[in-house]
């Protein structure tokens, strides 16, 4: 599942020196009880897949979500190459994007699905 952040909320505001500093906020929320099942420690990192799409991504443990669900912020992987964004290339994080289905919608929005996605997560 992705998710907002108040410092984040649109990604060009992570090329913004005053506002991308701080501590890195890219990272998967990941249930304690989920992490020890895969093998997943706060703070490593881990690859996330979906078919044979996968990203890798900085783990943070919390009980905030619950049991079966990963949420990790959309609007990052600034990791492109002629962006212009200095500053976000820095601490480029990972594209949620990049692991979802472009083909799939929903049926009564015909919005892209971008929640409900099951994933595999090992550690890297």
């Given at each position: 599942?992705?998710?907002?952040?108040?410092?984040?909320?649109?990604?060009w505001m992570h090329?913004?020196?005053?506002?991308a500093k701080g501590p890195f906020r890219c990272v998967a929320l990941v249930n304690p009880a989920d992490a020890a099942r895969h093998h997943l420690a706060d703070g490593a990192r881990a690859r996330i897949t979906n078919g044979d799409r996968s990203?890798?991504?900085?783990v943070e443990l919390t009980d905030e979500m619950m049991p079966g669900v990963v949420s990790l912020p959309h609007g990052w992987g600034h990791d492109q190459p002629n962006t212009r964004m200095r500053v976000a290339a820095e601490r480029p994080g990972a594209n949620l994007n990049a692991i979802l289905d472009e083909t799939r919608r929903d049926p009564l929005s015909g919005n892209a699905v971008l929640g409900g996605v099951p994933i595999a997560m090992a550690p890297l």
């Open positions: 599942m992705g998710r907002r952040q108040l410092r984040s909320n649109n990604s090329n913004l020196p005053m506002l990203i890798e991504v900085t």
